[in-house]
Structure formats: C-alpha cells, structure tokens
C-alpha cells in the first residue's frame, strides 16, 4: 500500500484536520475503534540462545509474544476481527550502538499479533565479547541481522529502530529491501558529520550546558578542538580505569539529555561501568569512523530504494540527540511515510508521548498486514 505525503503539525496531524479525519487516513478510525496507544503488558521470552556471526562475534537474540510470526488469511467480513489473527514477524533494533535491549522494548508490539525478535548488535548487552570493536561495522551488523532472520526461519519482517536503530533500519532495509514489510522509526539519526558535530563537538551544549560541564571538563583544554579523538584516545586505552573513566563521562552526557524533563533512571544508567563501556567504546568506534558509510548522505542518497515499504517515522520536537532537523531531512526525502511529531517530548522512547506514537505505529502495521491478507 502506498502512503499518501501529508503536511503535519506538531502533534502529528495533518495541518487544518480534525483528528478524526486523521485516523480515518491510517485506515483505524473507520471501524470507529481508536488506536491503542498504551505500552502491552510486560512479558518474558519463550525462546532465546546465542548466534555465532563470525568467529569472534556471538549474539544474544530472544523470542516473545506470537511465535508463530506468520500472516493468516482472514474472511472479509472479519476484516477488523484483530485478535489471534496475524502473526507478524519483527526485529527491534536498539540504539546507540552498543546500547543493548531491555524487556520494556518487547512492549510496543501487541503479543498476540507480533513474534517479537530482539537481539543484542555486536559487542552490546548479553552478546561476545563485551564492548569489543573488532569486526564490528555497520555492515557486519547489516549481515548479522540477515543471519539471524534465517536462523530463525523468517521469511520477510517489520523492521522497528529509535536513535542509532533507525540509521540500522534504514541501511539494512535499503540492502534487502525485498525483505522488509515495514518499518517504524524514532529519533532519527543519518549519521552525518553535522549530527555528531552538534551532540559531541558544539551546539547541545548551547542548551544543556551543565551537563556539558562533565563532559567538556574530562577532556584536557588542547584536545577540546576535537573531543571525538580525544575520547577515543581514552576509551581504549591500555589502562581500564582510564577506560572507564571517559565511559562514564561519555554515556552520562548522552544520558543527561535524553529526556525533555531528566530522568533519574536515565541518569543512574550513566553510573553502570559495564553497560557505560560498552556504549561509550562502541559508539565512539561508529561515529569515528563516520559511520563506515562511503559518503556523508548516504542514507538520504538511497532513500529511493525503499519508498515503496510503509513506514512511518516518530520523532520529538525537542530531541537534542538526534535534533529534528533529520527526521525532517527524511520526511523530504520519503513523504510516502507517515510522519509524527511529538511536540511535548525529546529523545527517549521512553517519554510518554513517543511511546504513544511508537505502539500506535505498530497498531497501524498490524491493519497494513491484515489488510494485505484479505486483499
């Protein structure tokens, strides 16, 4: 199905349309039900293991809600009998990178529709080896996710990302295009020099300038002409405190200003030396190396190749890690997709207006799939 472009106000709805009329666009008001919105109940995974990507690399990966993760035929005149249905293969694909998964990403996908497949990038979370940047590159991760969908004998899926996940997202979908149903999106991030530049180097730090404080501070005043080198100096150093040190300083200034109003659980994170190392080491790894794209847009130069897959992309109007210049760079380049804006929220999935949007981004692929199946 091919999504029309709309103009969009702050809240995502079309400028100068009821919200009604709204939904009755995403094809979810006509039944007279509204979308869900609410996160899904928590719930634990029937099924995980570790996968060996290369012989270095072995990846934690988990299985939750319907595992069947295929679609079903309906009747016609059941076309919006939404239970037991669909069973919807998708891949959630965390940010950073070196981030890794938690159980609350498993809560934006209905578990009686959606094999929900998470799964831990190179040197995060719970795979091996632990904060390691060896073989690690976007496209190993682009290979790495095509592994495990044949692993796991999944045929096409929906592809979800936020942050870092939506630039893996998009690369991936762009390489296998064929293989990807639909793709939801939050926190944009292509990637491009200016991006880093505005987070690590100079602007954020315009508004949040306490907390650059720490930051800044850390690193000695002749190498704050390029704080990106001088961090990768210490974060892989031989000495581990050094390490550690600068892994801390580095995650707790990206955990300081993911939320619209600080969040004390994001903050603790920063605190963690294990999940700080492996954040801060590999993230610094990707943006050091530009990404290990051939050219600064290249996202943006291949949008072409998938403008045929429904998408639809989230993003905070005050998000200062991933500024909304480049979901709005995106939104351009692919009008096709749906395109919301929360103008009360930052950067966090967590925050309450983008987890809103996000599940009901994965109600409208659950009517995009049921619709496919009767059609």
Aim: with cysteine; aromatic share 12%.
């Amino acid at each position: 199905m091919e999504m029309a472009s709309a103009s969009l106000n702050e809240g995502g709805q079309e400028a100068g349309r009821e919200p009604a009329e709204m939904l009755s666009k995403l094809n979810i008001a006509s039944s007279g039900v509204l979308p869900r919105t609410e996160l899904y109940p928590v719930i634990e995974p029937h099924r995980s293991g570790h996968l060996k990507v290369s012989d270095l690399h072995s990846l934690y990966w988990e299985e939750s809600g319907n595992s069947d993760g295929e679609a079903r035929p309906i009747p016609a005149h059941e076309w919006w009998n939404f239970e037991r249905n669909l069973r919807i293969p998708v891949v959630f694909l965390h940010g950073g990178p070196g981030a890794g998964t938690s159980g609350s990403n498993r809560r934006f996908f209905d578990p009686e529709w959606y094999r929900i497949i998470l799964f831990d990038q190179r040197g995060a979370g719970k795979s091996t080896p632990h904060a390691c940047v060896e073989e690690n590159t976007t496209w190993d991760l682009v290979n790495d996710i095509e592994k495990i969908r044949e692993h796991l004998g999944v045929e096409k899926w929906k592809v979800f990302g936020g942050s870092w996940g939506s630039t893996l997202a998009l690369t991936y979908a762009q390489t296998h295009p064929d293989k990807v149903t639909g793709i939801v999106l939050r926190g944009i991030f292509l990637l491009r020099k200016k991006e880093i530049d505005w987070f690590y180097q100079s602007g954020c730090s315009a508004i949040f300038p306490d907390a650059w404080e720490s930051y800044r501070d850390h690193i000695s005043e002749d190498e704050r002409d390029d704080f990106l080198t001088a961090y990768n100096k210490r974060l892989f150093s031989s000495d581990v405190e050094v390490q550690l040190a600068a892994a801390k300083a580095w995650t707790n200034w990206e955990m300081a200003t993911s939320y619209l109003v600080p969040n004390e659980d994001s903050l603790k994170r920063g605190e963690n030396e294990k999940f700080a190392l492996a954040f801060a080491r590999v993230e610094n790894h990707y943006f050091s190396n530009k990404g290990f794209f051939p050219e600064d847009s290249f996202i943006l130069n291949n949008m072409s190749k998938i403008k045929h897959i429904p998408g639809v992309i989230v993003q905070g109007r005050y998000d200062v890690v991933c500024p909304m210049m480049s979901a709005w760079d995106l939104h351009k380049a692919w009008p096709e997709a749906l395109f919301k804006v929360v103008k009360t929220a930052g950067h966090s999935a967590n925050e309450k207006g983008i987890s809103a949007e996000l599940v009901a981004a994965t109600e409208h692929m659950k009517f995009l799939s049921q619709k496919k199946s009767t059609s």
